[in-house]
């Protein structure tokens, strides 16, 4: 049977940072009683994520004001896009095993609600690991089996149980945690009370962060064996039930340089002075599922903090979006590389002949071609004239190849890659093929 609040002799009111199940443990604990079965199973389903829980029996016991929006945090809110159409199993707060910090539980007398938060695995206050084992037994912590005062079933004490440091990640992690669920402005003595709703979206915020951590984790951790065509492919082990962890953390709080590391290593495998971000995978999948968290302060600042990288690439052809300098260049003057291909270019078109008006070369009949044809072509130009190399050597591409007047002319550093994109994009994919296989020629001897 339910008892009202007014039959039991010792009433605790709820702290602001202790957990509902803390509370519950604690409130029938002062009376010298255990949890009746039923409010286990019904904490333990909120916690799990039914949010179509009735708490009424609860409210009746605890009160009605011991119970608050927090409690339905996670539960309720199921629209964490894990891109796969379904709720992400990781997104409900722990209730087996029991996870607590033996000073922080020493200090307060109560179970803090961080510890049954999703990725709180350290106290950020005393920086050390959440235990879940008892001392002596070393079977995990059950509310279920938690005996009167705090004890294990075999009588080991919880609060005399130490803890090891915890990795930093953790730490980090904690702490960020308690910032944005609005745990950290109040202090232990504090009555509970309902939270905010912007703490409510700053959490969710929070993991739907990691959740995209998570699924960008496990595309790299994917292996191709072979691809079928431009969307299909086979993944060897692709593991999708990584734990999240210390590369997570890691990416949370990644500044500019690491963003610039992570970027040169998409492209670790590209030659060329250009490079299209849709070649580099795991940068193109990172980008497409970052842009799907929009209105989150996360995925805002890791956005703004890319568009800020590839400002410092960006070759300034508007019309060929996603190109960008290799990141070789970060951090080097571009300006001499593209003076020396503007000198090379002059010196190369003028020993090929003049395209005139009325040549059958300005038809436009044939497939048109397309930007990644041109950028192979000019990044052959490119790295010719970085290398400096010889333009006597193009024997065939000035018999055999004819440029219009304007292209032949002296260019300035800032319109010589423009200009050259706009002309090689805009011949027709037979021309772009012959002009290909004219360097090729030169390239292979």
Same mark, same amino acid.
């Given at each position: 049977?339910?008892?009202?609040r007014?039959?039991?002799?010792?009433r605790?009111?709820?702290?602001?940072?202790?957990?509902?199940?803390g509370?519950?443990y604690?409130?029938?604990?002062?009376?010298g009683?255990?949890?009746?079965?039923?409010?286990?199973a019904?904490?333990?389903?909120?916690?799990?994520?039914?949010?179509?829980?009735?708490t009424?029996?609860?409210?009746?016991?605890?009160?009605a004001?011991?119970l608050?929006?927090?409690?339905?945090?996670l539960?309720?809110?199921?629209?964490i896009?894990?891109?796969?159409?379904?709720?992400?199993?990781?997104l409900?707060?722990?209730?087996?095993?029991?996870?607590y910090?033996?000073?922080?539980?020493?200090?307060?007398?109560f179970?803090?609600?961080?510890?049954?938060?999703p990725?709180?695995?350290?106290c950020?206050?005393?920086?050390?690991?959440l &235990?879940?084992?008892c %001392?002596?037994?070393?079977? *995990?912590l059950?509310?279920r $089996?938690?005996? =009167?005062?705090?004890?294990?079933?075999c009588?080991a004490?919880?609060?005399?149980?130490?803890?090891?440091?915890?990795?930093?990640?953790?730490?980090?992690?904690?702490?960020?945690?308690m910032?944005?669920?609005?745990?950290?402005?109040h202090?232990?003595a504090?009555?509970i009370?309902?939270?905010s709703?912007?703490?409510?979206?700053s959490?969710?915020?929070?993991?739907?962060?990691m959740?995209?951590a998570k699924v960008?984790?496990?595309?790299?951790?994917?292996?191709?064996?072979?691809v079928?065509g431009?969307?299909?492919?086979?993944?060897?082990?692709?593991?999708p039930?990584?734990?999240?962890?210390?590369?997570?953390a890691r990416?949370?709080?990644s500044?500019i340089?690491?963003?610039r590391?992570?970027?040169?290593?998409n492209?670790r495998?590209?030659?060329g &002075?250009?490079?299209? %971000?849709?070649?580099?995978? *795991?940068?193109?999948?990172? $980008?497409?599922? =970052?842009?799907?968290?929009k209105?989150n302060?996360?995925?805002?600042?890791f956005c703004s903090?890319f568009e800020?990288?590839?400002?410092e690439?960006?070759p300034?052809i508007k019309?060929w979006p996603g190109?960008?300098?290799?990141?070789?260049?970060?951090?080097?003057?571009?300006?001499?590389t593209?003076?020396a291909f503007?000198q090379?270019?002059?010196?190369?078109?003028?020993g090929i002949?003049?395209?005139k008006?009325g040549?059958?070369?300005?038809?436009?009949?044939?497939?048109?071609g397309?930007?990644?044809?041109?950028?192979?072509?000019?990044?052959?130009?490119?790295m010719?004239?970085?290398?400096?190399?010889?333009?006597?050597?193009?024997?065939k591409?000035?018999?055999r190849w004819?440029l219009?007047e304007y292209?032949?002319?002296?260019?300035?550093?800032?319109?010589?890659l423009?200009?050259?994109a706009?002309y090689?994009?805009?011949?027709r994919a037979s021309?772009?093929?012959?002009?290909?296989?004219l360097i090729?020629d030169?390239d292979?001897?």
């Amino acid at each position: 049977m339910m008892l009202p609040r007014d039959a039991f002799l010792v009433r605790p009111k709820r702290r602001y940072r202790e957990s509902l199940v803390g509370y519950l443990y604690r409130f029938y604990s002062d009376n010298g009683l255990g949890v009746p079965r039923e409010y286990g199973a019904s904490v333990r389903g909120l916690y799990q994520g039914d949010a179509r829980l009735k708490t009424d029996d609860l409210k009746i016991t605890l009160g009605a004001d011991s119970l608050v929006n927090r409690d339905w945090w996670l539960a309720e809110q199921s629209n964490i896009p894990c891109f796969s159409g379904r709720r992400p199993a990781w997104l409900q707060r722990q209730y087996h095993p029991i996870r607590y910090c033996p000073d922080c539980l020493r200090m307060t007398g109560f179970h803090l609600d961080l510890w049954t938060l999703p990725f709180a695995e350290a106290c950020p206050e005393h920086r050390c690991a959440l &235990v879940s084992r008892c %001392i002596n037994c070393g079977v *995990p912590l059950s509310w279920r $089996l938690l005996s =009167l005062g705090w004890r294990c079933p075999c009588g080991a004490y919880l609060l005399d149980a130490t803890s090891p440091p915890a990795p930093v990640w953790c730490i980090r992690l904690a702490d960020e945690l308690m910032k944005v669920s609005g745990l950290d402005d109040h202090s232990e003595a504090e009555i509970i009370r309902d939270s905010s709703t912007k703490d409510a979206e700053s959490l969710l915020q929070f993991y739907e962060f990691m959740n995209w951590a998570k699924v960008l984790r496990r595309r790299l951790r994917q292996r191709f064996s072979y691809v079928l065509g431009p969307d299909w492919s086979i993944a060897l082990k692709p593991q999708p039930h990584i734990k999240i962890g210390a590369w997570e953390a890691r990416l949370l709080f990644s500044d500019i340089s690491k963003l610039r590391r992570f970027i040169r290593w998409n492209f670790r495998g590209q030659s060329g &002075v250009l490079v299209q %971000i849709q070649e580099a995978r *795991p940068l193109d999948d990172a $980008l497409s599922l =970052l842009r799907k968290l929009k209105g989150n302060r996360y995925a805002d600042d890791f956005c703004s903090m890319f568009e800020c990288l590839f400002d410092e690439l960006d070759p300034g052809i508007k019309h060929w979006p996603g190109v960008l300098f290799h990141p070789m260049f970060y951090g080097k003057d571009l300006l001499p590389t593209l003076t020396a291909f503007a000198q090379w270019w002059q010196a190369l078109a003028k020993g090929i002949p003049v395209l005139k008006p009325g040549s059958s070369l300005n038809s436009r009949v044939g497939f048109p071609g397309n930007h990644g044809a041109a950028m192979e072509i000019l990044n052959s130009l490119l790295m010719a004239a970085c290398r400096n190399e010889d333009v006597n050597r193009y024997v065939k591409l000035k018999s055999r190849w004819h440029l219009p007047e304007y292209m032949r002319r002296q260019f300035s550093p800032e319109e010589v890659l423009p200009a050259h994109a706009q002309y090689f994009g805009g011949l027709r994919a037979s021309e772009q093929l012959f002009v290909r296989d004219l360097i090729d020629d030169v390239d292979g001897a």
